[in-house]
């Protein structure tokens, strides 16, 4: 059985967000090998070759277009292959077309016995990551999307500009689906563990209501607004993937909305969905409670039995 090379990674899928992903991971250092993998060949070629031309400006790097023979031993598997979302197109539009996509890539990597950590990130990423457990064969701690770590970067982001403030000193988690049912847990959202209205009330903002409707709209909308004006997200999506990448090879036990199973939390059971959880060095470590109120639990489990039933259809 293949051991893990920490220092080696593999992208599934050279598109907007494989190809954005290889430029982010390139830059981070974190790897120094990195295998691009698409049905068209020459696109991951042409994508190895021009990431490849600014090492010289990085760290030395092996970045090359290969095949599945050579993931078995990837720390981490990054899979952005999947048709993408067009403008007018929900996340959930994708399903039928992705899930067939993904059985045979999972084929795949169950025949290598890959010991490293999947990370999913094609769309819709809940549904895609419940098939990827189901067909790879692989535990699920070691099967993560990318769920809603980009919303909650999104959120941070609006919420920064909104009170003049670093958005990384705010803390606040978008949960539930990577998608239209999303849920903003205002009831834990601090900015350096002051609550978000009291801090909202020190830079002179009052109307709390209007403003948390408004902005947790935004963080909604932002994916349908990019990609009507530019056609597709990739970037900031491809900087969310190299954070996830950091917290597994680094084991740092970071506190991420990563799409996983859920067991029984906020009576929720067998389906994927974004909670915050520990990530580290074997994946999804435990789901981290945070506070809720009765309202976000009730949206929390309407997201739920939405996915739920898809999954149930499409896996």
């Not at 049905?39 to 400006?57: Q, V, W, Y």
């Not at 909604?220 to 954070?243: F, H, L, V």
Request: one cysteine or more; glycine letters at 8%.
């Amino acid at each position: 059985m293949p051991h893990v090379n920490l220092r080696k990674a593999a992208i599934i899928g050279c598109g907007f967000v494989g190809s954005a992903s290889a430029f982010a991971l390139m830059q981070s250092g974190l790897f120094s090998e990195l295998v691009l993998i698409d049905t068209n060949r020459p696109k991951a070629e042409g994508e190895a070759l021009d990431i490849s031309h600014g090492l010289p400006f990085a760290r030395p790097m092996d970045i090359h277009a290969g095949h599945y023979g050579e993931i078995a031993d990837a720390a981490v598997i990054v899979i952005t292959a999947g048709a993408a979302q067009k403008p007018g197109e929900t996340r959930i539009d994708l399903v039928k077309k992705n899930v067939a996509i993904f059985r045979s890539i999972m084929a795949q990597i169950k025949a290598q016995q890959c010991q490293g950590i999947l990370l999913i990130v094609a769309n819709p990423v809940d549904i895609l990551t419940q098939a990827a457990i189901r067909y790879s064969g692989l535990p699920e701690n070691r099967v993560i999307g990318s769920g809603t770590v980009l919303d909650t970067a999104r959120l941070k982001y609006l919420l920064g500009e909104h009170l003049q403030v670093d958005s990384r000193s705010v803390h606040a988690f978008i949960i539930g689906e990577h998608g239209d049912s999303e849920i903003a847990a205002w009831s834990s959202a601090n900015v350096s563990g002051i609550p978000l209205n009291d801090f909202c009330d020190m830079r002179g903002h009052y109307h709390h209501q209007a403003a948390m409707h408004r902005i947790a709209e935004g963080v909604k909308n932002s994916a349908y607004e990019i990609i009507e004006k530019k056609q597709a997200t990739y970037y900031g999506i491809a900087m969310a993937i190299k954070r996830i990448c950091e917290a597994i090879l680094r084991d740092e036990k970071s506190i991420l909305p990563v799409s996983s199973m859920l067991h029984g939390q906020c009576g929720i059971e067998g389906v994927v969905l974004s909670m915050p959880a520990v990530v580290g060095k074997d994946g999804m470590e435990g789901f981290v409670p945070i506070q809720l109120s009765q309202s976000e639990q009730q949206a929390l489990r309407l997201s739920a039995a939405k996915m739920k039933a898809i999954a149930e259809e499409e896996i």
